[in-house]
Structures are given as structure tokens and as C-alpha cells.
């Protein structure tokens, strides 16, 4: 999915900037990140 950098909800996570479609797609990461993350939890 492409999200627009200017409109997207952002979130800070260890010195890098990640954004989100939704605010309810930032909360979701910001509540388990490592969820969503390469190599993460399944």
C-alpha cells in the first residue's frame, strides 16, 4: 500500500519514522511493534 508521507499518521520507533494510513493502523503497530516487523513475531 503507498501512503502519502504528507497526510499519514507517523510514529517514532528506535530513530526511524514509520507511516501509517490509519490512526487506527499506528496504534496497532505502537501497541506490538515487533509484530510487524521483519523476522518479528508471528
Given at each position: 500500500m503507498e501512503v502519502n508521507e504528507k497526510k499519514a499518521a507517523k510514529f517514532n520507533y528506535k530513530g526511524k519514522?514509520?507511516?501509517?494510513?490509519?490512526?487506527?493502523?499506528?496504534?496497532?503497530?505502537?501497541?506490538?511493534?515487533n509484530k510487524f516487523m521483519k523476522g518479528g513475531e508471528k
Open positions: 519514522t514509520y507511516y501509517f494510513c490509519s490512526p487506527s493502523c499506528k496504534l496497532a503497530f505502537k501497541g506490538n511493534p
